[in-house]
């Protein structure tokens, strides 16, 4: 029983850690589709993809295991929208004068934006996969692998997007700081096989982090000029508010994989 | 509220607080007492200056003919207005190729010129310090490129200017403190045009920010940079130099046109007679560091003759006002397909040094630079009026098409000729000074550069797909070497730290001290220049040598 008890509270994390990261891309695919006018009619698929698979996944974070079919069909088309997400983004830096140079990379589509939206697939596949009993040690390692990917792809994000706002305030180090020190904590417990309160505790301050981070972004925003009183063009020019919780949905969906470690060490 | 052109507003223990539509900071003021230095002139030369002298201890009031402006609120989006910027009084230009003076060469405010300059912070090439002995061709500073270096850096700093993070020329230099602006559809030519011709471009190391600093906000890339910045996010010596004198106790006298500098008996500059507020004042010092820019520092040190100078001072060499040098400007010009709208944004977001660091394929010496252009529309009306020469409805039909122009613009390297010259005219201006008589004619060797620069130019258009090519083949910008730095008093008006030869306790840092001007624009070389002179000037007087 107790064993079903941890799984089944291990999906409902991985689905809130996937409605949260959904949320973030529906919000920020949302806002940045927006600044660039939907110039592309497919620009208008994350957001669509994420509107379905965020209640869903709440849902599921509910313990509901209602239309799996549908489930089935959301995580996909959101893993493939991610990926074809992936390869437009990819396209319009390189077709842009310049090409894949520093500049580009900057400022126009987001490389790594687009795979929030593969792990949101992944995270609530996992999530219905938990439904239905305990996985084997080696899946329950691949979820592990998956949020660690996750999370190393979005440090990458925040390095770089920090790095063009020039670390301007110190506390834009944090993201290279906690959630690379939890991802490898992580990794380590993973490798290991067995859970440590060290990992825990740093991903429950990368989730911490997450919300942090919108609240800097939302002081980051009061920072451009005319600040929250020109908001409809100061969110689009500022730090993206919605981008920081992706670290939270990421670091909530490892805790989850965190219980399906065995918590005894063992002697052999 | 007043506008500031119309009163005086340093006063009253009080200065414009620039990050505010209305506000104050507390100011120093002197009175009549003698102070360590008078500056006269606040812009790339006197605001360094006064900043770092007053950090140093030293007692300094900063004057200037223009008024002390609040960005946030005396700023309009409006070319014409903005014109106010501009030092638009009575001068005679003659010469071959009589300089148009006013928006890219001059300024009158509170921070000068760098109140409406483009911008544009470029280090000079090396070789361009000695160019006589590396070259073949003008004459050498007397100042080494490495110590230029180190203070090119320390104004990067405090300009926080963006700017790529690999700079594909010249010896390795440090990162720049923010990082580079997006390149807008202009630029994009640019860059199309320097690939397809295989040369390389890097983003334009700009003075303003690409993030929050301070209390000054990010570029919104509202594009009237050249026009005043109305955001504060361009780093002109305005919001950052001023600011800092005003903390560490300088005085700042706005609206203060200095017309005389008086000598003692001893043959030292006692102080300068100034007119503010309608009257001539007087204001004694123990050091005038004259900061005016090429044209108004020769015509104060002028005006300033005496018994024991009556030649002007500084002038023993005979070289006060002589060798002015501009730099060249010439544009190329086309019609793209798509829509360019180069007006969004700072104006030269791209640039390619490369003739300024390659010598091969030149028939002439010198350097030059070209950068994508971003003409505000009355600007870009006068262009086609005047360089164009279009006119009636020729002229309304390409202003309908103005948003589908595009441009690249070069600044160019013009050598030293003692013809070329600032002198005193006889007329005399509303203060009853004379006013200047500026002399300039091109010579071979910049028309042979105009004719490279401008070919190479309509390649790049050519290569970045813009039809319609034409050639803007007349403007000049920015001044240079009326009082030129030097080793040796027969040759030079000023040493290496900017002191006269003639008279110790008076000295120029500006542009004029320029004894060649290199082929980039040069606010950010004048600054680095004012660092220095303020560091040598504090060691001096550590040793008692002042």
Redesign the interface.
């Known amino acids: 029983m107790e064993h079903s008890n941890v799984t089944v509270a291990s999906s409902r994390l991985m689905a809130a850690g996937a409605a949260i990261l959904g949320t973030s891309v529906f919000a920020d695919s949302g806002l940045e589709h927006y600044r660039g006018s939907f110039r592309n009619p497919g620009m208008v698929l994350p957001i669509a993809t994420s509107a379905i698979a965020v209640p869903l996944n709440m849902r599921r974070s509910m313990g509901s295991a209602a239309r799996p079919g549908l489930g089935r069909a959301v995580d996909l088309v959101a893993s493939i929208v991610g990926m074809a997400g992936f390869g437009f983004h990819l396209r319009n830096i390189g077709r842009?004068?310049?090409g894949f140079r520093?500049?580009n990379l900057?400022?126009k589509a987001p490389l790594g934006a687009p795979g929030a939206m593969v792990l949101t697939g992944l995270l609530g596949r996992a999530s219905r996969r938990l439904q239905l009993g305990r996985p084997s040690p080696f899946t329950a390692k691949a979820f592990g692998a998956i949020t660690v990917a996750g999370l190393v792809g979005t440090v990458a994000e925040a390095g770089l997007l920090h790095?063009?706002?020039?670390f301007?305030n110190p506390a834009m180090w944090l993201p290279l700081a906690v959630p690379p020190l939890a991802s490898l904590s992580f990794a380590r417990d993973l490798a290991l096989g067995q859970p440590t309160g060290a990992t825990r505790m740093l991903l429950g301050a990368t989730a911490g982090l997450g919300l942090v981070g919108s609240a800097f972004h939302a002081y980051?925003i009061a920072?451009?000029?005319g600040g929250w009183r020109n908001w409809r063009?100061n969110i689009l020019?500022g730090p993206p508010l919605p981008a920081p919780p992706s670290f939270t949905g990421l670091a909530i969906a490892a805790l989850g994989v965190m219980l399906l470690l065995p918590k005894r060490r063992r002697h052999d | 509220m007043a506008e500031a052109s119309d009163s005086v507003r340093c006063a009253g223990g009080r200065a414009p607080d620039v990050f505010s539509t209305e506000g104050w900071v507390p100011m120093n003021e002197y009175g009549e007492d003698e102070v360590d230095f008078v500056i006269v002139g606040t812009g790339a030369g006197g605001a360094p200056l006064a900043a770092k002298l007053a950090e140093a201890g030293f007692s300094v009031i900063a004057m200037d003919a223009g008024p002390f402006w609040r960005p946030l609120s005396d700023f309009a989006s409006d070319e014409m207005h903005q014109s106010k910027l501009y030092w638009t009084d009575e001068r005679i230009v003659d010469g071959e190729n009589p300089i148009h003076m006013g928006a890219n060469n001059s300024g009158r405010s509170v921070g000068g010129s760098t109140v409406h300059f483009a911008m544009v912070s470029l280090r000079f090439r090396p070789e361009h310090f000695k160019t006589r002995t590396k070259l073949g061709y003008g004459v050498d500073w007397p100042i080494d490129w490495q110590e230029m270096w180190d203070y090119y850096r320390e104004v990067e700093q405090e300009l926080h200017i963006s700017g790529p993070v690999r700079y594909p020329w010249g010896p390795k230099r440090p990162r720049y403190p923010l990082r580079p602006h997006p390149l807008n559809a202009a630029a994009h030519h640019l860059v199309r045009g320097a690939e397809g011709l295989g040369i390389d471009w890097t983003e334009t190391p700009l003075a303003t920010l690409s993030a929050p600093v301070g209390k000054a906000h990010p570029c919104v890339y509202r594009g009237f940079c050249v026009t005043g910045c109305s955001t504060n996010a361009k780093q002109s010596a305005l919001v950052t130099w001023i600011p800092r004198a005003l903390k560490a106790g300088a005085e700042i006298r706005d609206l203060a046109m200095v017309g005389k500098i008086e000598c003692n008996a001893r043959g030292r500059a006692s102080g300068v007679h100034y007119h503010r507020n309608g009257e001539w004042h007087f204001q004694k010092a123990r050091n005038v560091v004259v900061a005016g820019y090429a044209v108004e520092t020769p015509r104060l040190l002028l005006n300033s003759a005496n018994g024991d100078h009556p030649e002007g001072l500084a002038n023993s060499s005979g070289l006060l006002g002589k060798n002015l040098m501009v730099q060249l400007n010439q544009a190329a010009w086309g019609q793209a397909e798509e829509e360019i709208r180069s007006y969004k944004a700072p104006p030269s977001l791209a640039i390619t040094e490369h003739w300024n660091y390659c010598d091969e394929g030149k028939d002439y010496f010198g350097g030059w630079t070209y950068m994508s252009q971003g003409p505000l529309p009355t600007k870009w009306a006068t262009s086609l009026a005047g360089g164009r020469k279009l006119w009636g409805r020729p002229l309304l039909e390409e202003m309908e098409r103005a948003n589908h122009s595009v441009g690249l613009k070069m600044v160019g390297e013009v050598l030293p000729h003692e013809d070329n010259r600032v002198t005193l005219s006889d007329e005399t201006d509303q203060h009853g000074l004379r006013i200047p008589r500026i002399t300039f004619s091109l010579r071979d060797n910049e028309k042979a550069m105009i004719r490279h620069a401008l070919d190479f130019m309509q390649s790049s258009l050519e290569a970045s797909g813009a039809r319609d090519i034409w050639k803007e083949t007349d403007d000049t910008c920015h001044l240079g070497g009326t009082a030129r730095m030097g080793d040796d008093p027969a040759t030079s008006v000023v040493n290496a730290d900017c002191r006269s030869w003639d008279i110790p306790n008076l000295w120029v840092c500006d542009g004029s001290v320029f004894p060649t001007v290199g082929g980039v624009n040069p606010s950010l070389t004048i600054q680095a220049i004012a660092c220095r002179t303020a560091d040598r000037i504090v060691e001096m007087g550590r040793k008692g040598e002042l």
Not at chain 1, 163 to 166: L, P
Request: hydrophobic share 40%; charged share 15%.
């Open positions: 842009e004068p310049g520093l500049i900057f400022y790095f063009r706002g020039a301007h980051g920072r451009n000029m063009q020019a």
